[in-house]
């Protein structure tokens, strides 16, 4: 693995609500429905309102560039992206260990 891809996966995972995204895909090919924002991810941190707006306008759009989920704006459809399977084993892992890390990691 090359140091450009450690650092695209290192960027994609730095923000807790990519990382719980792409965790979600794991399971799930494709997620159809809207963007739903599960009721313990803001409370006391953020309004719903401005981290559906950080979702649209910032995490999804770098987790797309990425190559890690393909975002069909029109219909709120979220896939696996063409590089999916880059950053999967590095998901799993974390998945795999949550009750290790520290609280807020997933």
């Known amino acids: 693995m090359t140091r450009s891809n450690w650092e695209r996966i290192l960027g994609a995972l730095q923000n807790e609500y990519r990382r719980r995204l792409l965790t979600?895909?794991?399971d799930?090919?494709?997620?159809s429905n809207t963007i739903t924002i599960p009721d313990d991810v803001h409370v006391g941190k953020k309004p719903a309102e401005v981290l559906e707006a950080e979702l649209f306008h910032t995490h999804l759009p770098r987790l797309?560039?990425?190559?890690?989920i393909q975002w069909n704006r029109d219909d709120?459809?979220?896939?696996k992206g063409?590089?999916?399977d880059e950053i999967?084993?590095?998901i799993v892992l974390v998945e795999n260990h949550t009750d290790e890390l520290p609280d807020?990691?997933?």
């Open 24 to 26: 979600e895909l794991l």
């Open 76 to 79: 709120n459809e979220i896939r």
């Open 104 to 106: 807020g990691w997933l």
């Open 28 to 31: 799930h090919n494709p997620r």
């Open 82 to 84: 063409s590089l999916f």
């Open 88 to 90: 999967r084993p590095v």
């Open 64 to 68: 797309e560039e990425a190559g890690y």
